[in-house]
């Protein structure tokens, strides 16, 4: 029987509560892959340098473990390892063992290709922060790259104890989209889907440039957005192209400025993921990613003045939220009479971290002004995204 002890007394004896860390690592798919005998010797020769005594017969022992799994014509593998935890001082050394099993398995050419995704499992791994750290430490140190600086790893909870690692791009606070006042204005989306499909089209042509984006804040009013691009060099042809195909008059900005000035551009996917006023969004909230549905933004408007204001420190009664449900432009028209919609959309704000519940009262949840808009990124998606 496991001893329930507090965070203080695991302090002053450096012992914890006995976690299992169980940790995957998933690989790109190939159709060239074969899990031949050499594979497997040498996996199990690399498996002996990382295996770790559990104690435990479940997720093989603390032995990393190979399988494979077919997607479309190709194969593709992914690692498992699972680390039992009794002292406070041995998590970072497990927990960045198997992240450095994970990363030779990939340098030794013995999976099927680069990492794409990593996932850990352990209880209640929603609420534990300290564990978090510690992993997310763990993997930056493993996996950080070059083109990664500036953004650390987060987690997305797809359950309370199943988390998904990888990294995040940053847009603006929850409160700023919700308002519509940053830099990212829907106003503009169609002039960045017309780019976006033009370069799409013609390939060949702009192959040797980047495109990109500059929006700059225009106090009072819509943010203005100019196009840029960069090269070895101008181009007339590539700007008089995109002038004639989509009226936007480009701007060169050299590699040296590029770098030097890079937080005042965005990519034209990124703009147009900023910009969409539809859908769910992704949310950060300190180093957890929830998404954020549709008829849940919609909810949240609930708890805005008249000016979309968030009212942080407002408690509201259910009656008081019916109400301004009826009359909100936007909960859709069905569902604005619906009693069950509202009581739904509270239970899921609440259960998400964005609304606090108190004897039948609601109220934003503390923290709810630090909230990030942002998009989440698997390993491998991250790794191609274009800057």
């Known amino acids: 029987m496991t001893t329930i002890v507090d965070d203080s007394q695991e302090q002053q004896t450096g012992y914890l509560?006995?976690?299992?860390?169980?940790?995957?690592?998933?690989?790109?798919?190939?159709?060239?892959?074969?899990?031949?005998?050499?594979?497997?010797?040498?996996?199990?020769?690399?498996?002996?340098?990382?295996?770790?005594?559990?104690?435990?017969?479940?997720?093989?022992?603390g032995r990393p473990v190979m399988q494979t799994d077919i997607q479309g014509i190709g194969v593709a593998s992914r690692v498992e390892i699972g680390r039992l935890v009794l002292r406070q001082g041995k998590q970072a050394e497990l927990i960045r063992s198997a992240m450095q099993m994970f990363a030779a398995c990939q340098e030794k050419n013995l999976a099927s290709g680069a990492i794409s995704r990593v996932m850990i499992n352990f209880p209640k791994a929603s609420e534990r922060p300290n564990e978090r750290t510690v992993v997310r430490e763990a993997f930056d140190s493993t996996f950080a790259a070059e083109q990664?600086?500036?953004?650390?790893?987060?987690?997305?909870?797809?359950?309370?104890?199943?988390?998904?690692?990888?990294?995040?791009?940053?847009?603006?606070?929850?409160?700023?989209?919700?308002?519509?006042?940053?830099?990212?204005?829907?106003?503009?989306?169609?002039?960045?889907?017309?780019?976006?499909?033009?370069?799409?089209?013609?390939?060949?042509?702009?192959e040797s440039h980047r495109f990109f984006v500059r929006p700059q804040r225009q106090e009072g009013s819509t943010p203005s957005l100019s196009f840029c691009y960069t090269g070895d060099s101008a181009d007339r042809r590539v700007e008089a192209f995109m002038a004639g195909y989509t009226d936007e008059a480009l701007e060169f900005i050299s590699a040296e400025d590029y770098e030097s000035q890079r937080s005042q551009f965005s990519s034209l996917?990124?703009?147009?993921?900023?910009?969409?006023?539809?859908?769910?969004?992704?949310?950060?909230?300190?180093?957890?990613?929830r998404r954020l549905y549709s008829q849940q933004v919609g909810a949240l408007y609930l708890f805005f003045d008249e000016d979309r204001r968030p009212e942080l420190?407002?408690?509201?009664?259910?009656?008081?939220?019916?109400?301004?449900?009826?009359?909100?432009?936007?909960?859709?028209?069905?569902?604005?009479?619906?009693?069950?919609?509202?009581?739904?959309?509270?239970?899921?704000?609440?259960?998400?971290?964005?609304?606090?519940?108190?004897?039948?009262?609601?109220?934003?949840?503390?923290?709810?002004?630090?909230?990030?808009?942002?998009?989440?990124?698997?390993l491998d998606d991250y790794r191609k995204r274009q800057v």
Not at 46 to 52: F, G, I, N
Not at 160 to 188: A, F, M, N, P
Not at 269 to 289: H, P, T
Request: net charge neutral; glycine share 6%; charged share 30%.
């Open 17 to 61: 509560r006995p976690i299992v860390f169980d940790l995957v690592a998933h690989y790109e798919p190939s159709a060239h892959f074969q899990f031949s005998r050499r594979v497997r010797n040498e996996f199990d020769e690399l498996a002996k340098e990382y295996t770790r005594s559990t104690w435990l017969l479940g997720r093989y022992g």
């Open 148 to 206: 990664d600086r500036g953004a650390s790893s987060c987690f997305v909870a797809w359950e309370i104890d199943h988390l998904e690692i990888g990294r995040c791009v940053t847009y603006q606070s929850l409160t700023q989209y919700l308002r519509e006042d940053g830099i990212y204005h829907s106003k503009h989306r169609g002039r960045v889907d017309a780019v976006q499909r033009h370069l799409q089209q013609e390939v060949g042509r702009y």
């Open 269 to 289: 996917s990124d703009y147009e993921r900023a910009s969409r006023r539809f859908g769910g969004l992704w949310i950060l909230q300190n180093d957890i990613v």
């Open 313 to 378: 420190d407002r408690v509201f009664s259910w009656d008081e939220l019916f109400e301004r449900q009826r009359e909100s432009a936007y909960i859709p028209r069905a569902s604005r009479n619906s009693q069950t919609f509202l009581d739904m959309v509270l239970e899921e704000m609440v259960r998400a971290r964005f609304v606090t519940t108190k004897d039948d009262t609601y109220q934003l949840a503390a923290g709810f002004d630090s909230y990030k808009h942002v998009t989440f990124y698997q």
